[in-house]
């Protein structure tokens, strides 16, 4: 058994959500990851290492799109990256993930561990390693359940705060951004048949989740857009 680096020209907008419980979707601009990365790939203060971090909402929130943005970003940055759901962890061996990173170190690489649906799992014995003892080369970043926070294992940095949410609905302004990830880079036949891949694609990449459906159907059919 062994973890597989991301391809993100082909996995960044197939990724499955959590299933939908009424929840909106998110699309963060490129300048939000940007700058939250800057902070990820920082080093603790007074320390050689990275800090890990972990953001949590509710589910169909877009945390897998956010997780995939901040992947492609650090890969473009020259890490190696790595992604798979907490659900799965304990499949690798005990010190799976120090072996990786001692193996990437040898190499003169970083490398970044995604972690998904982080509640899935908060009891994996990989957590220690990952949260507490990582070396200095290796970065971990999670997404969980919000309302499930105070069961997540022991991140240093967890994201939003209850005062400070970052993580918003579906607006008009989001559209551009939206159907740059879901209409596909394929000919169409025609502009209806276009919309229509893009909307069939939006539900593949949501898991079939209404809400961002519901209202990027109606960005794609009001009249002046036919």
Excluded: C
Aim: charged share 25%.
């Amino acid at each position: 058994l062994d973890l597989q680096e991301l391809d993100f020209a082909t996995s960044l907008e197939k990724e499955d959500f959590p299933p939908s419980n009424g929840g909106a979707v998110l699309f963060q601009r490129s300048h939000l990851v940007n700058r939250m990365v800057d902070t990820f790939t920082s080093r603790v203060k007074d320390s050689t290492k990275y800090s890990n971090f972990y953001f949590r909402h509710s589910a169909g929130t877009g945390k897998t799109v956010l997780l995939k943005l901040f992947g492609k970003e650090l890969q473009q940055r020259g890490f190696v990256v790595f992604v798979l759901t907490a659900r799965g962890m304990d499949d690798f061996p005990t010190g799976y993930f120090q072996d990786l990173a001692d193996r990437m170190a040898r190499e003169g690489k970083q490398v970044a561990v995604l972690v998904d649906e982080v509640q899935r799992n908060v009891n994996s014995k990989h957590w220690d390693y990952l949260l507490k003892k990582a070396a200095s080369n290796l970065l971990v970043i999670g997404t969980g359940i919000y309302d499930q926070v105070n069961k997540s294992p022991q991140f240093l940095d967890k994201y939003p705060s209850t005062d400070n949410p970052t993580i918003g609905p579906l607006t008009e302004e989001d559209m551009p951004e939206v159907l740059s990830h879901f209409i596909p880079q394929v000919r169409a036949d025609s502009l209806w048949d276009l919309k229509a891949k893009a909307l069939r694609e939006l539900l593949v990449a949501t898991g079939g989740q209404l809400y961002p459906f519901v209202v990027l159907a109606k960005h794609l059919l009001v009249p002046e857009r036919v």
